[in-house]
Structure formats: structure tokens, C-alpha cells
């Protein structure tokens, strides 16, 4: 990454300096940085990177924030508009609602929505957009289904993601276990490696499902043990029944019912708060 | 997307074009598809990729694809260059290494490691870049360490993600079992959705570590049952003992060894096939 090109002309730099600001999401780089790689005066670099700012707004993909002074330079944000979100979250209900995916029991299966990398990304785009604000220092999840779409929002974010286990393993070093009543309404034990958070911090809580909010409960309460403040909870899909839940002020990309009968049919819709 | 704007610059129009081939890597966009959105010639379009071409190979940032024909486009690949790979895991291996994050039990503790996305990212470029060639059609994985790698891994080769559980769970539809022994010599289950593969697709195994192999040669047994041919196998970290593995072939990002004494030392080194 160190070279420099003989004669790099503009397109060629800008384009290439999108595309490793894009690959680090959160990641800030100082103009320094770019005039050592591109062999350019800081005053060039300026010049492009308003030109960059304007092009990713105009095509809705993402922002490019500056920072000025001392410890100042540029860093991307994978942030998508609210009419995008929406038109993707749709398209998406469309495609889980029917029979197809109805299981026995009135479960869905979407375990191939959630782990498409194109869908995970989009939809961890659209949650750290959601919850930049709240200035997050890790995402966390509870293994397994969520891992994938928690990752993509912690990659969008630029931030760790941590992972609740349902057991503490040997290999993890000493754990926090706390016991939770699941949806089912089984005592269950949620475990964390002591190592994988320190006190003070901001978590964003990120799960595939939501149905009456048990195990998010828990991993509010695993937080708390480990003096951790939620700025947020959020989820691919939420069950509209039960209404009630042990959890409130989360936001979920879609709801689902499941409307009994001889072929049970999925209605899956966009949350309210996207539109 | 759809937005035309009235004059775009050709800085503009590479920049985004990159951006927007790079987000979803091994996705083939028609040359039709950029003439729609910037509202520009194809002959124009085909000399900015042949810029852009250039851009991405003199600064190690991936390779475009282009194919020619009726069902022709360009395509994006995150590839990364043998001595960029080596450095990168090189400096990693440095990070593990030491007294501080051996757990008792003689584990490594890098769990840290295995979530943090940009270097998730780093490694999954690292192993589609190593194993493109054998064209899988998804990486599997089993949980649930090895899910944020296997899926930066399945991201940079534009393929999905399938996750076996250690337990058939009622919202993912019939599935086929398998028991394995694993690296503690115990019996164990295996288990994968139905839906989630079919017949003669081909997979890529990605997991985040090797020791005897007990689990890796569950999931290969596991893609027999399925008709699925096994491409190829990745680790994050392959234990060096035990010398003899249940299974072979495979590739590991790092090897480790920890030195046992009073203050158990992780010896963590690059592997030999990247140098």
C-alpha cells in the first residue's frame, strides 16, 4: 500500500481512495496518510475528497465525514437514506411472505436470508444507520442465527462484535453466566468471556428474531453485570404476537404473522418506523 | 439508484462505479446497468473500467473482472496479493503470540481477534483470494466461532453462508444428523437444515480452528450426505499437535504452538504455504 504511482491521475486517485475508505467502515485516515500513498500536496487531497463526498451522497452510498484540526482527517459512513431502506425491507417481506416458508409449528424459515452476504450487508447498513448516533463501542449478539447480520452492523459501524454464548467454553477464560427464561419459558444460561468487554462501554444488542423478548432481556441483564449501557436494540424480524414483550424500545426490520389454517401463510411486513 | 445526474464528471462516475462493484464482490453488473444509472455511452464506460482496472491492480485493492458477450459485464474480486496476505498475517501471529492471552487448559484466547471486522475481513479476502479457483458455491461453517470468518470469506466471494448446529433446532425444517467425535474424544451431533444446500453444489469449509480434526471431518462426512463435493478446507489456527490430523489437504492462516512451563507461551507463526 506504500506505492507510489509515477503519475496518478485524479480519477485514478479518487477512485482509489473511495475504495479504501469504503473498506473501512468508522475508520478514520489522515490526509497524511492518502499524500504518502498517492504522492499528492494535502490541498489536492481536499479538493478530491469534496468531490468524493458529493459523489457517494448523490448515488445514496454512504457519507464521508472530515474532520478538521490536529487529529483530523476522513472517514466513511456506510449510511443509507430511509426511502432505500424501506424500498429494500420491502422487496425483502414480499419475498418471505406465503406458504413456502411456513414450518411446523408456525416457524419461518429465513436462515438463507440470513446469511446471503449481499441481504446481511444491506441490512447491517440500514441498523448501523439507525443507531450511529448512539455511538456504540461493540455490537452484541447471542449465538448463532443473528452472528451474521450483528457482524455486518458492527462492520458498518466499525466497531467489535461480541458474542453470548449459551455455555462458557474452557477456551473463552473465565466467564459471567446468567440464567434467562427463553421464549419457550426454559431457564436457560447465557455466558460471556470476562475478556470481551470492559466496564463503562456502549453495546448495541443485534438478534435475527424477536418473538416474546426473553433472550434479549437476558442479554440487557448480562449487560448490566458487566456495567454496560445499551444504546439500542435491534432485530431482522419480530413476532407480532405476543403484543407484549419483556423488552421495549427495540426496532426490528420487519414483522412477522402467521395466519393458522390448513396451509399456514407468513405475512411478513416492513416496520412501522421505516416509513 | 436510479438517479441520472446531469453531468457527471469521470472522476464521479469511476469512484462510484468501483464503490458499488467492491460492495458486493463476484456480482456481474451489465455495462447496460452503469449506461442506466450515469446516463453515459457504453464505449465511454468500457475505457473507465479499463482505468479502473489498472487502479485496482497498482494498488493491491482487488481485480476487475470484465466478460465479454451477450451475457458479458464486469464483475468485482477482492483479491489480495501473496506478500500483502503474508504481511498481514505476519503481524497478526506477532499480536497472538506470548504469556497474556494463554487461558488455562493451554488455550488461546483470540476470540477478540476472530470478531473484530477488519481483520475478519482481512482474513476472508485472504482465503476467497486462495481458494476462487476451486469455485465453491457456498462456505460452510460450523458454529460458532468461525461464523464471522467464514462469512467475510463467503462476502468476498459473492456466495452465501451455511452454518451446521450442534442440535436440529424446530425452526429450520427437517434436517440431516450426523455424529462425530470431536477433539475432546467426544461423541457429538451434527446437524443441517435440509433446505439450506442441495445436490451437487460444491463447498468451501472455513472454521476458526484445527486440532485433531474430529470436527472438520464431521462436516465433510456431513457434506457426503448431502451429495456435496468439498472443495476445500480453511482454519484461522491449526494446532500443531496433534502432528496427524482426521483430516488433510487443509490450509490454516497461522499455526500454534504453546510452550508449557510456569508461564505457558503461545508461539503463533504465519503458515507455510503464504510465505
Not at 452510498?61 to 487529529?71: D, F, H, I, K, S
Not at 463501542?137 to 458474542?163: H, R, S, W
Not at 427495540?250 to 416509513?275: D, F, H, I, Q, Y
Request: charged share 25%; net charge negative.
Amino acid at each position: 500500500m506504500e506505492k507510489v504511482l509515477e503519475k496518478i491521475r485524479r480519477n485514478e486517485r479518487m477512485s482509489a481512495m473511495l475504495k479504501i475508505l469504503s473498506d473501512t467502515p468508522g475508520k478514520m485516515y489522515t490526509l497524511s496518510h492518502f499524500c504518502a500513498l498517492f504522492g499528492a500536496a494535502k490541498s489536492t487531497l481536499s479538493e478530491d475528497i469534496d468531490a468524493l463526498r458529493q459523489t457517494v451522497e448523490a448515488f445514496d452510498l454512504g457519507r464521508l465525514e472530515t474532520v478538521t484540526g490536529a487529529a483530523g482527517g476522513v472517514v466513511y459512513r456506510p449510511e443509507i437514506s430511509r426511502e432505500a431502506a424501506r424500498d429494500y425491507i420491502e422487496g425483502l417481506s414480499r419475498e418471505l411472505s406465503g406458504t413456502e416458508r411456513v414450518l411446523p409449528g408456525d416457524f419461518l424459515y429465513y436462515s438463507d436470508i440470513l446469511s446471503t452476504p449481499e441481504t446481511v450487508n444491506r441490512m447491517g447498513r440500514i441498523l448501523a444507520t439507525e443507531y450511529a448516533a448512539t455511538r456504540p463501542d461493540f455490537v452484541l449478539t447471542m449465538e448463532t442465527k443473528g452472528i451474521p447480520v450483528a457482524f455486518a452492523t458492527a462492520n458498518a459501524l466499525g466497531i467489535p462484535l461480541v458474542i453470548a454464548r449459551h455455555t462458557s467454553k474452557v477456551y473463552e477464560g473465565s466467564a459471567v453466566n446468567i440464567n434467562y427464561v427463553s421464549g419457550s419459558g426454559n431457564i436457560e444460561t447465557m455466558s460471556l468471556s470476562r475478556r470481551a468487554v470492559r466496564e463503562n462501554q456502549k453495546a448495541l444488542i443485534v438478534d435475527d428474531f424477536l418473538r416474546g423478548g426473553g433472550t434479549a432481556r437476558g442479554m440487557v441483564e448480562l449487560m448490566r453485570e458487566f456495567h454496560v449501557e445499551v444504546t439500542g436494540m435491534a432485530f431482522v424480524m419480530a413476532a407480532v404476537e405476543p403484543i407484549k414483550k419483556k423488552v421495549s424500545g427495540e426496532k426490528s426490520l420487519m414483522t412477522l404473522e402467521v395466519l393458522e389454517g390448513e396451509n399456514p401463510e407468513a405475512v411478513v411486513r416492513p416496520a412501522a418506523w421505516l416509513s
